[in-house]
């Protein structure tokens, strides 16, 4: 059974941090992409940060980059994203993805998780 299982979400002032986590199985983990997509109410889900398999490159949206940081544990088939300064419009529900490469594209993502809920007050 495919199962990739997002937690750590919740509600946070702004200017606080949350560290999301994704649990992978059923699937292999290894030699794959991961990444980190979110959609907000009445938007298209936008993409977030992407880490390649061996965890040594790794690509962040405009609006993330130098507060966001995904991380990957392969032993623990467990992708991270760790989220500081968050601000109100990081308000979404984040979803993690196993992809063919690390891409800002959907179309590159084959599995996804359920998405986990990121709410952040002003």
């Known amino acids: 059974q495919v199962q990739l299982v997002e937690s750590g979400g919740g509600l946070v002032q702004a200017g606080g941090s949350l560290r999301l986590s994704c649990a992978v199985s059923?699937?292999?983990?290894?030699?794959?992409?991961m990444g980190w997509f979110r959609q907000a109410p009445g938007k298209e889900r936008e993409f977030v940060a992407a880490i390649n398999w061996s965890a040594g490159f790794a690509d962040y949206a405009d609006s993330v980059r130098g507060r966001f940081t995904i991380s990957r544990d392969n032993a623990r088939n467990t992708v991270y994203l760790q989220m500081n300064s968050l601000k109100p419009e990081d308000t979404a529900v984040y979803y993690c993805?196993?992809?063919?490469?690390?891409?800002?594209?959907?179309?590159?993502?084959?599995?996804w998780g359920q998405g986990t809920q990121v709410t952040v007050s002003s």
């Open positions: 059923g699937l292999t983990f290894v030699n794959y992409a």
């Open positions: 993805a196993r992809g063919s490469s690390r891409s800002t594209t959907r179309t590159e993502y084959d599995y």
